[in-house]
């Protein structure tokens, strides 16, 4: 019997319990009735004009004979105009609501395929596979074994209400495209060729593996040759082996799963023809494949059959009903092993998976990676896998991850409390218990305080532990890595070796490989956004320079760039709270499913596989056993150098800066031996180097000193004055504006003999504030001058401010070096040209930036203040041989200075015009300063106010003595403005300072002043 013999059947439609669309077909137009022409009414008129014309014998009345037939034939046509009017527009009526149904049967027949679709994706099993698949083990028991064998037409649920005799409508009930769906467990056999049966069989079998939980399904195949591994795949499948024991009902009873089987009877290999046994057991699956129907099993109610013109039809065996064309379901044996792999890493990691019964929730780190004895401190193998550890236990057994040979880099995921930071604990102590501190270098960045890695810093592998709680320490890692590379490009270079494992490189000259761990990597790139682009490029160099990262984050590759990621082919997550973030780490969204109650449950992909594993939990014995393993080692090479340090002293920063050859490795460009001042010790993290600070005011020029109060600024100028002190003339000016005035006046006169001077000028702009408007003016523009001209002269400025704005910022153009300290203000310190990275409000005082690099201020010892060249202040006496005048706005204390004033006697002849004329007697008791005046002479004083001094007033010979025409001017409690209209001149007088006794003292020709008139 041939596959067309077969009693054509249809299958019984299964479809979900959802209402049936019921709509309601338009009623046909009904034919209009026949009109006809009204005989009578036409001749009614016709027997009256007769009656009228016999009574009459008028003609004109036969006229009326015509009107009858007339009116009746016109009657007669308007009638059939409007029959045929009303037919066309309950025609076009009947079409617009007939097309409106046809479109609302079209939409619903869309809407009902999409939902078989959905519900029996067969044709897109792959698809459904790989996204997320919320209908996974979750199908209805009722539904569970109803299998998509392809499309056809099958019968649809909408429902048209119509007519009985209105057969328009019956293509409604019937839906083409749709998923063909059988029930599985009255068996299904299989008729054609081997590699058609197999193809739609293993459709058949992977919708079923999907739709029965592991725990409730069976799976077992029996080929047509003993050696035949068709369907050695479903070896492979989570659903439990056919021993295995089954799950107790809630009766006590085992459930009975359900028992897939599939076999094959080919008529080639000479399997017994004919149908066999009965039906087959309650809940069994039988899918039967064979060339022949008489070799299918009579329980296989439904048949799938190529036909000889290639068409396939699905027959019901059992001849009750139709059969119906279809378009099989084919599934490549490749495609199956990929849905099996799916569906076996589903099973793992949502613990439906039977193998999972043997994997333990708590794993000790002992059990898989036991650290027996010490090991020797020399001979080391430099294995390639020596980075192949075992950190758990998985459903294979001891779980080993290799970042040599799957990585170079790897990336870790998973939430808060997913067991993340234990597992990277116990990666890092088993890749230091397997390599010796020359073979292997850890360096850990923890952005969560240190809290993570604190367990493991004590191992002899550990260069560094970076926190999130050091300002700037990110950058400084960073640069020190790239400067780790570039030594290790120029070891390989030296060497001729490819990479670090090339024989021609010898052991004893080999890097250690070095593992960078990261814990909250986002937190780092969120903190500095620009290190995107360095872990990309340590990411792309790093294999054959022996550096592997391990990222670790909540949400790696949301904030990992895809440069990052590229490279990152060790993948692990744990637990996380989305499937698109499970996805975005392995390429499946299984990590979602872990149960939240079991943290280390990781799952690792590899790139070829994804394997689940629990991790292993490390106490601190088996860091000491790991600590105790190398005790002997020697200490490996630091990558980097440890952050530097709060306080330093100059002498230890200067024996550095004498151990240099000539001074050339400082920090200073271009200075010669003797020429620059060490001030620090500068961190250069490129270059894996610190080294001292140097300020050579022949090159880098004048300095500008940038801090807020108590950042180091006075110490800056402590160190400054004490290095220069042996090669410079150091003039420091501050708080004391006289002093200020006078050394900067002096250092601006053009006529002054060139010398090498240092100026240092501490906060520059309170100084100015002090000086007033005038004063302030003539000191800027004096420093100024300095500032432009002093290099030429042999003078060098640093001025210290505590901001760059204001009339700082006029000083900024002709200063070349600016050095930042801590300022309170993050604009201010961007404005001042330092990183945004090395700003912290809390650095410690003596934290600088400068040259591009983070300086540390060292303390100069205590020591005496260079004697300054400032003319100072004149004490100012009484003298006979000149008169004084002095003009005072305190008249009253300037009285009262000269009643009390001790010393020598000298007599005091004092002149108030505004009080007094001429007294008869002079005043007694009043001292004098001058060592040459003769006891009986007196000294004149005229004691006047501004005012009555201007007002013209008072006249020599008659207000004032004769003596008084040449007199000393004395100006007191006055301002500027004031000293030029008493003296009348043009002069800006020296700056005065807040002390009670300053004056001003003028004489005709000659300069004026500074003078203690009260003695103070």
Request: glycine share 8%; net charge negative.
């Amino acid at each position: 019997m041939s596959p067309s013999d077969v009693t054509p059947s249809a299958t019984t439609s299964h479809r979900p319990a959802t209402t049936p669309a019921r709509l309601r077909a338009p009623s046909p137009p009904a034919e209009p009735p026949t009109g006809s022409l009204p005989i009578l009414a036409s001749l009614a008129p016709v027997v009256g004009s007769v009656a009228l014309f016999a009574i009459t014998g008028s003609p004109v009345t036969l006229v009326f004979a015509a009107l009858g037939p007339l009116i009746a034939v016109a009657g007669y046509i308007d009638a059939r105009w409007t029959r045929r009017r009303r037919g066309r527009r309950a025609r076009a009526a009947y079409d617009a609501a007939a097309q409106e149904l046809e479109q609302d049967i079209a939409r619903a027949h869309v809407e009902e395929r999409e939902e078989l679709r959905a519900l029996h994706p067969a044709g897109r099993l792959l698809g459904v596979i790989d996204g997320p698949d919320r209908a996974r083990w979750r199908v209805p028991e009722a539904r569970r074994t109803l299998v998509c064998v392809g499309r056809g037409e099958t019968r649809s649920a909408v429902r048209v209400d119509a007519g009985a005799d209105d057969d328009r409508w019956e293509w409604a009930a019937r839906l083409s495209e749709a998923p063909v769906v059988v029930e599985a467990v009255e068996g299904i056999g299989i008729v054609g060729g081997k590699v058609f049966a197999r193809a739609v069989a293993r459709s058949i079998l992977l919708q079923l593996a999907r739709q029965l939980p592991p725990q409730a399904a069976q799976f077992s195949g029996e080929p047509a040759a003993p050696d035949d591994r068709t369907w050695a795949f479903l070896e492979d499948l989570p659903h439990r082996a056919v021993s295995d024991p089954a799950d107790p009902m809630p009766g006590g009873r085992p459930a009975e799963p359900t028992l897939v089987s599939v076999v094959e009877r080919w008529e080639a290999v000479g399997s017994a023809a004919g149908r066999s046994g009965g039906r087959p057991p309650t809940g069994g699956v039988l899918v039967a494949l064979s060339d022949t129907v008489e070799l299918i099993p009579t329980r296989c109610r439904h048949l799938l059959v190529l036909d000889t013109d290639g068409q396939t039809v699905l027959a019901d065996g059992t001849g009750a009903s139709t059969s119906v064309p279809v378009s099989p379901t084919l599934l490549a044996e490749a495609e199956a092993e990929h849905v099996v792999e799916a569906l076996t890493a589903a099973a793992l990691t949502t613990g439906e998976s039977p193998t999972l019964s043997s994997l333990p929730t708590d794993v000790a780190f002992a059990q898989v990676h036991p650290v027996r004895g010490r090991r020797p401190s020399v001979g080391s193998d430099w294995r390639p896998d020596a980075l192949r550890v075992a950190v758990g236990t998985g459903v294979e057994g001891v779980q080993l991850l290799d970042l040599g040979a799957d990585g170079p880099h790897a990336l870790v995921g998973g939430t808060t409390g997913s067991g993340k930071s234990e597992l990277l604990i116990t990666w890092i102590t088993a890749l230091a218990a397997q390599c010796s501190p020359q073979e292997l270098s850890l360096l850990l960045v923890d952005c969560k305080g240190g809290a993570s890695f604190q367990a493991v810093e004590t191992l002899p592998h550990v260069v560094g532990m970076v926190t999130d709680l050091e300002p700037g320490a990110a950058d400084r890692v960073v640069s020190s890595l790239r400067a780790e590379l570039r030594h290790r490009e120029r070891v390989l270079a030296g060497h001729g070796a490819r990479h670090l494992l090339d024989p021609v490189l010898l052991p004893e000259h080999r890097p250690a490989r070095l593992v960078v761990v990261v814990d909250e990597f986002q937190a780092l790139l969120d903190a500095s956004p620009h290190l995107h682009q360095v872990f990309a490029d340590l990411a792309a160099r790093g294999r054959s320079l022996g550096l592997h990262l391990i990222l670790c984050s909540q949400r790696p590759a949301a904030v990992a760039a895809d440069a990052i990621l590229a490279n990152c082919t060790l993948r692990l997550s744990l637990r996380v709270t989305s499937r698109p973030d499970s996805a975005a780490i392995l390429g499946v969204p299984d990590a979602a499913a872990i149960p939240a109650g079991t943290p280390g449950r990781c799952i690792v992909w590899n790139g070829d596989r994804r394997l689940v594993f629990q991790s292993a939990v490390t106490t601190s014995d088996d860091i000491l056993a790991v600590r105790e393993r190398w005790r002997d080692a020697p200490a490996p090479r630091r990558p980097w150098l440890d952050p530097l340090p709060a306080r330093l002293a100059l002498s230890a920063v200067s024996a550095i800066e004498a151990g240099r050859a000539g001074g050339s490795e400082s920090t200073g460009v271009d200075c010669l031996p003797g020429e620059g001042i060490v001030f620090g010790l500068a961190d250069l993290p490129e270059e894996q180097a610190q080294r001292p600070a140097v300020w050579c005011p022949e090159h880098d020029g004048s300095l500008l000193v940038l801090g807020t109060g108590r950042s180091g600024r006075t110490t800056l100028l402590d160190t400054l004055e004490v290095g220069a002190r042996d090669r410079f003339r150091v003039e420091r000016v501050g708080q004391d504006a006289e002093q200020a005035w006078d050394t900067v006046m002096a250092l601006s006169d053009p006529l002054r003999p060139t010398e090498r001077t240092l100026l240092l000028v501490d906060d520059v702009e309170s100084l100015l504030a002090t000086a007033g408007d005038e004063h302030g003016a003539a000191l800027r523009d004096a420093l100024l001058g300095l500032l432009r001209d002093g290099g030429r002269r042999g003078i060098s400025v640093v001025l210290v401010a505590s901001r760059l704005g204001g009339v700082v910022h006029r000083f900024s153009a002709q200063l070349s070096s600016t050095l930042v300290l801590r300022l309170a203000d993050r604009q201010d310190h961007l404005v001042a040209g330092a990183p945004a990275s090395c700003f912290d409000p809390r650095r410690p005082a003596g934290r600088a930036h400068w040259q591009d690099s983070e300086v540390q201020i060292a303390l100069a010892p205590p020591s005496q203040a260079s004697p300054s060249s400032a003319p100072g202040v004149h004490r100012w006496r009484p003298s006979p041989q000149r008169a004084t005048v002095i003009v005072t706005r305190a008249t009253g204390a300037v009285r009262a200075m000269l009643q009390r004033s001790t010393g020598t006697e000298r007599r005091v002849r004092l002149i108030e015009p505004a009080a007094q004329l001429f007294p008869s007697a002079p005043l007694a008791g009043v001292a004098g300063v001058e060592s040459d005046v003769l006891e009986d002479d007196a000294a004149i004083v005229v004691l006047v106010d501004p005012e009555t001094w201007l007002s013209g007033r008072l006249v020599v010979g008659r207000d004032l003595p004769p003596s008084t025409a040449g007199a000393d001017l004395v100006v007191h409690g006055c301002s500027a403005a004031d000293f030029r209209q008493v003296t009348r001149s043009r002069e800006l007088p020296p700056l005065l300072g807040y002390a009670s006794g300053r004056a001003w003292w003028w004489r005709a020709g000659q300069e004026a002043m500074r003078v203690d008139l009260l003695g103070s």
